[in-house]
């Protein structure tokens, strides 16, 4: 494992390029489009095969381990049922208990740490995570924004390279205005981090049924919960085990309840003020 908390590459800050396109991430923060923006934006500078942003708690919970989330991914349309399925064995069996993503970043820092699967020590993780995606590596970069800390994935499978020191000097850059953008969209879209709210409070979603008197079906409310995270009906339709049209005849009778008419409509509806 590699940590990189200083930049090699100095001459890329002064590259009028590198941040032009830029703007398409900044205008999709909290919308289920974000996280391809936010890939599509990154690829420009290395690449890698998957994306996943996930906060910690800076606060430890109740039963004294860290409280981790798993704020969305993006991958090929084609791997993303299989994505998901990964990454929710991941959050359940691994994620408070990964060196690298509880890792805490000094303050005011953006770090970078680099995983190779060949050297990974815990040896169920690279049995159940790495090896069925074909995992190479990964590059991890993170920073502590309002009190949790935040922590943007690039997953290599074994058909790219691995990442060299001038890309990992590169995303360290990257970091300093990207993070904050990933931790923006968290707070948008799930509501701030448990570390700065009690524990029993209930979702951004879950306070906005409530305010507004909306009485969905479990399904109604699961199926709008993975639209806010950005998940696509096929996704959705998968973890849920049941059709695409079920998922979508769930969303339509969720949105007439809200009284709204889009993705983009539930989106304005959660956060607008009362």
């Not at 800076?58 to 990454?87: L, N, T």
């Not at 590059?139 to 020191?165: E, K």
């Not at 590169?170 to 923006?184: E, F, S, T």
């Amino acid at each position: 494992m590699i940590l990189l908390a200083e930049s090699l590459d100095q001459a890329f800050v002064s590259d009028r390029t590198a941040f032009e396109r830029l703007g398409p991430v900044i205008e999709r923060v909290g919308t289920p489009h974000f996280l391809a923006a936010l890939s599509q934006f990154i690829q420009r500078f290395a690449a890698f095969d998957s994306l996943h942003v996930l906060r910690l708690s800076a606060q430890h919970c109740a039963r004294g381990k860290p409280h981790a989330e798993w704020i969305g991914s993006h991958v090929d349309a084609r791997e993303q049922a299989h994505q998901r399925e990964i990454m929710r064995l991941y959050m359940r069996r691994f994620a408070e208990r990964d060196p690298v993503m509880t890792r805490v970043p000094a303050l005011d820092s953006v770090e970078v740490i680099q995983r190779s699967a060949d050297h990974t020590n815990d040896r169920e993780l690279r049995e159940a995570i790495f090896e069925p995606r074909q995992f190479r590596e990964e590059c991890v970069m993170l920073r502590t924004v309002s009190g949790a800390h935040y922590s943007i994935s690039l997953s290599r499978s074994r058909r790219l390279p691995s990442f060299s020191l001038s890309e990992m000097a590169r995303i360290r850059l990257l970091g300093d205005v990207l993070l904050p953008l990933a931790a923006l969209h968290a707070q948008q879209v799930t509501g701030p981090s448990p570390s700065r709210v009690h524990t029993d409070t209930p979702d951004l979603l879950a306070a906005r049924l409530a305010q507004f008197g909306a009485a969905l079906s479990e399904r109604e409310r699961a199926v709008c919960s993975a639209i806010v995270r950005g998940d696509t009906y096929a996704a959705i339709a998968d973890a849920m085990k049941v059709r695409k049209s079920s998922v979508e005849t769930y969303a339509r009778r969720a949105l007439v309840k809200l009284g709204v008419s889009s993705r983009r409509d539930l989106l304005a509806w959660l956060h607008e003020t009362p």
